[in-house]
């Protein structure tokens, strides 16, 4: 009796299963480990809003709306005339103060030329005591030679008495001319003195003058910055005191976002990381970034009124910390966005250009 031969079994296939299962488990246990151990390559978060550091403008010297060069949501330039206010009166003041400063300046050169001729007077002073010392002499010889003579009896008395007081007025004159000529040598510190408070009123007047020309000056409302103007009230004929705002001048081109991402996701962010983010009002379209800071505080800390934990139960909050971030120069939708845009922002962590991290300072 002859035994049928039972074919080889074919296990190939049984192998190739139970390789392919390993390599799946494998696989699985793999992703576990960078999913769990490893760190995320994006942080997302949709509370991200477009800011941009806004500048409103308002006068600074009161008066009335002559004219407004502005519409709403228009495009300005850095010194492009937005307001003009009434400046009849500022030009009052400042002819006023140019006049003061005049007068001023004139009074300055009157002391001056006072301190300048001075010298001379007191030159003049010297050489008429000089012809006093000559006149005295002659008047004390001529007095003594007729009380000579009149004690030896050639002489009159009149004639000795006139001669005496001759000499006696002449001493009186040159002490009126000595006196004189102290009082001119003393004159001179005086007129210096008043020369110096006469350049303080010429200093002030002339800062009057400026000042009236600054509050000219100021009735041309110029932007000071580029970008859109919003929030306009000014209107023509309307009354305006310092300081009230009459527009905003939105920086569209210097715009940026601020993300609340959670705090267990920043912990992997560094300064320059890429971003992508994407505003509701265009969809499709992506906005490219990069991280540029990170808030000191978190959201709620600057909050009026600070939670307060140290009583009563206690529930943990995952707190929110704002990330500045830069939008990337040169992209058309950038010049579109609204201030105040939700936006969605994803944080391409690693992406950056160096390793300075945002927390821990810099290490």
């Known amino acids: 009796m002859s035994t049928a031969t039972r074919p080889p079994l074919n296990i190939a296939p049984l192998k190739v299963v139970r390789i392919v299962a390993a390599l799946v488990i494998l696989g699985i ?7 769990l151990l490893g760190k995320p390559g994006t942080e997302s978060t949709n509370d991200a809003y477009v800011v941009a550091d806004f500048t409103l403008v308002a006068p600074r010297v009161p008066g009335q709306i002559l004219e407004v060069h502005i519409e709403d949501n228009q ?60 006149s005295i002499e002659f008047a004390r010889a001529n007095a003594a030679r007729y009380r000579n003579l009149s004690e030896a009896g ?96 939105v920086p569209i081109s210097d715009a940026y976002v601020v993300a609340n991402f959670q705090e267990n996701q ?17 969809p499709g379209t992506e906005i490219h970034g990069h991280v540029d800071s990170l808030a000191p505080a978190t959201g709620v800390s600057f909050a009026p009124i600070a939670p307060d934990n140290a009583t009563g139960n206690f529930t943990k909050i995952v707190q929110r910390v704002p990330v500045k971030i830069t939008i990337d120069r040169g992209q058309k939708a950038t010049l579109e966005l609204s201030v105040g845009l ?13 390793n300075q991290k945002l927390a821990g300072g810099g290490k």
């Open 29 to 35: 246990l793999v992703w576990a480990c960078v999913k």
């Open 266 to 282: 920043i912990a992997n962010m560094s300064p320059g990381d890429k971003v992508s983010i994407k505003v509701d009002s265009f």
């Open 154 to 249: 050639a002489g009159t008395t009149q004639e000795q008495q006139r001669s005496s007081s001759a000499l006696a007025e002449l001493l009186a004159q040159q002490a009126q001319n000595r006196a004189v000529l102290s009082t001119t040598e003393q004159n001179l510190p005086v007129l210096r003195t008043q020369r110096d408070k006469a350049a303080g009123a010429l200093a002030r007047a002339e800062a009057v003058q400026e000042q009236a020309k600054l509050n000219l000056s100021y009735t041309e409302i110029r932007a000071p910055i580029a970008g859109k103007i919003g929030r306009r009230s000014v209107r023509v004929g309307a009354y305006v005191t310092a300081g009230t705002p009459l527009a905003a001048i």
């Open 75 to 134: 495009w300005v330039k850095p010194g492009d005339l937005l307001v003009r206010i009434d400046d009849r009166d500022f030009k009052a003041a400042l002819q006023s103060a140019q006049a003061d400063v005049v007068a001023a300046q004139a009074s300055v050169a009157n002391y001056e030329a006072e301190i300048a001729r001075q010298p001379s007077l007191i030159e003049q002073a010297r050489a008429r005591l000089r012809a006093d010392d000559a």
């Open 342 to 354: 939700s936006v969605d922002a994803t944080v391409d962590l690693g992406s950056h250009s160096g």
